[in-house]
């Protein structure tokens, strides 16, 4: 088919299902035309990658405009309805997908799904749904699809017998469309699975209405459908009791989610009543393979999407009491108390930051702040308290020092400026590093200083006199700065190194 060719007009074409995904329409229109999903893609004359397998651009994410045109000459549908059943659909809302109506923008759909809550090549269903009729709603892919609000059942991700993410096609290729058996029952996996040591390649035959859902109670339901209709723009979001676009919102949902990732504990899961088991455990144990990761990747991101419905289910239960909560007061305390324990871990030595990575919405950002103080830029570093002036035990200044001189100190790192007469503290503090070990010689020269300081008490010699913690030698004279002198005075706060 040439660049501005146009598909002849098919005969007969199914109207759409309000809410269907582009992936179930198609699949339910070949079978009506008796042609595999492959065949009727080429003849809706969609854009394809080049290869064996039937593989069209951004299948089931958004259409190309020559994609839009040929479908929409070839179905007599409308570009609204055709754009209806995108991933697209929820653009601004739920996903960030600016950019991807181009052609070329193909490689970066690999990228987007570790950014996007989204599945872009396959989907989560309830086999409730599907056992009454084989339409696949387009919500099933987004990352926050956790509960079925018709049939409160948790949705199913894997095929039990082809262990393979429902709606992938084929196995080895995501968005490939079966193109060699037009017949194709729609009750069915039908995920194209590779040959086994006692089965043939072929299409999967698992029921899909007799796939285990677990049921959860109303409450969870009812929760999933107020996202839902937030991402559909029917309602206006509230955060901590304020007014927010509905792409803030899922900001705030992803961050909020990172946090109880990282922090939330038993308790906290306990706290939500109508949180199932199943969801619970897939929880915890998110969080232990994320704590025992010897290596980074996309599954130990804490912004990453959900793994599975339960994962989801437990995202929606801990974030409600922050995101939609009654209050701000409440949503404001439990944030804290994370954002509190997030910090302390940052403190933990050996720990840095891992929500550095996410993105922090703008209607979170007094809550956070208020609750977390600037990070460091070393991770387990506490806050740097002033040092004091005085030497202790193993930090002491080793120019001579009296309190009615000036000297100056001629240490690399010495910051001290000229005292005028009559200060009562040292210049400086030697670091610690410094310190000269026992049993080992003095240096012939001092970097701190121009020339060698006078001789003093030191760990390397054992008949000098004892130094005084006043302002005079042993032998009663004034301490001085010559050296000649057998001592030099000590400052009076802390005593030798040792």
């Known amino acids: 088919m040439g660049e501005s060719s146009v598909p002849r007009r098919l005969p007969a074409v199914l109207v759409p299902v309000e ?39 951004l299948f089931g994410v958004t259409l190309s405009r020559r994609s839009l045109r040929r479908a929409g000459a070839a179905t007599g549908l409308g570009a609204r309805d055709l754009h209806a059943m995108q991933l697209a659909r929820y653009a601004g809302t739920a996903l960030e997908l600016a950019g991807l109506d181009r052609p070329a923008s193909e490689p970066s759909l690999a990228v987007l799904g570790h950014q996007e809550w989204a599945l872009f090549t396959a989907s989560r269903a309830c086999p409730k749904c599907l056992a009454e009729r084989p339409v696949w709603p387009l919500w099933w892919r987004l990352g926050i699809a956790a509960v079925c609000p018709v049939h409160h059942v948790l949705l199913v991700d894997v095929c039990r017998r082809c262990r393979t993410r429902l709606g992938q096609g084929y196995n080895g290729h995501p968005r490939g469309l079966p193109s060699r058996r037009p017949e194709m029952d729609l009750s069915r996996c039908n995920n194209r699975r590779p040959a086994g040591r006692q089965r043939k390649a072929g299409l999967c035959d698992q ?32 955060v901590a009791g304020r007014t927010v676009p509905a792409a803030e919102f899922f900001a705030a949902l992803r961050f909020t989610t990172a ?19 199943e969801a619970a455990e897939a929880f915890t144990a998110e969080q232990h393979a994320r704590q025992r990761a010897t290596r980074g990747g996309v599954g130990t991101q804490m912004g990453a999407v959900p793994p599975a419905a339960a994962n989801a289910a437990a995202a929606l239960a801990l974030t409600e009491p922050v995101l939609l909560g009654p209050g701000r007061r409440s949503g404001s305390d439990l944030l804290s108390e994370w954002i509190g324990r997030a910090v302390a871990r940052r403190r933990t030595p050996g720990k840095g930051d891992p929500l550095r990575a996410v993105p922090r919405p703008a209607c979170l950002e007094p809550l956070v702040r208020a609750a977390a103080p600037p990070a460091t830029r070393v991770a387990g570093a506490s806050p740097p308290a002033p040092l004091p002036w005085s030497p202790s035990p193993q930090t002491i200044c080793p120019t001579s020092w009296t309190p009615t001189t000036t000297p100056t100190c001629w240490h690399p790192t010495c910051r001290v400026r000229p005292r005028p007469a009559g200060a009562v503290s040292p210049p400086c503090a030697w670091p610690a590093s410094w310190a000269p070990r026992a049993g080992s010689r003095p240096p012939a020269t001092w970097p701190w200083t121009r020339s060698r300081p006078p001789e003093r008490p030191t760990p390397w010699s054992s008949g000098s006199p004892t130094p005084t913690r ?29």
Do not use: H
């Open 19 to 57: 809410g269907e995904s582009f992936a179930s329409w198609l699949s339910r229109a070949a079978a009506d035309w008796q042609l595999a999903p492959g065949e009727a893609a080429l003849a809706l004359g969609l854009e394809c990658r080049p290869g064996v397998v039937v593989r069209p651009l």
């Open 207 to 238: 029921k899909l209405a007799a796939l285990p859902a677990t049921p959860v109670p109303a409450a969870l339901a009812a929760l999933q459908q107020r996202v839902l209709d937030i991402a559909d723009g029917q309602t206006e979001p509230r």
């Open 259 to 277: 946090v109880a990732r990282l922090v939330a504990t038993d308790d906290d899961l306990a706290a939500c009543s109508f949180l199932p088991d």
């Open 470 to 498: 006043s302002g005079t030698a042993p032998n009663g004279s004034p301490g001085g700065t010559t050296a000649a002198a057998s001592s030099t005075t000590v400052p009076a706060a802390g005593p030798w190194p040792r």
